[in-house]
């Protein structure tokens, strides 16, 4: 099994794992049923979509209903 030569330093290892610590931009998409710019992995803020797999906010209000 191969084995590294040297030991990675200290700041070796930070300058990695901070490269990954960072905030991006969030990814927009189109909507596929309302066209929308809505982020992905999220449910549409329009019309409660999420991807193709129908309403999603229709179950929330459900919840809500039951609270009440
Ligand atoms: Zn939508």
């Known amino acids: 099994m191969a084995l590294p030569k ?4 200290h700041a070796k290892v ?3 794992r ?10 927009f998409s189109a909507c596929p049923s309302c066209g929308q710019p809505t982020p992905s992995h999220r449910a549409c803020p329009y019309c409660g ?3 193709d ?5 229709r179950i929330r209000r459900k919840k ?3 609270k009440q």
């Not at 040297?6 to 330093?9: A, G």
């Not at 901070?18 to 990814?27: S, Y």
């Not at 797999?53 to 906010?57: D, Q």
């Open 6 to 9: 040297r030991r990675k330093s």
């Open 14 to 16: 930070r300058t990695r």
């Open 18 to 27: 901070q490269a990954t610590f960072r905030l991006r931009a969030v990814a």
């Open 49 to 51: 979509h999420y991807g």
């Open 53 to 57: 797999k129908g309403v999603v906010l």
């Open 64 to 66: 809500e209903a039951k």
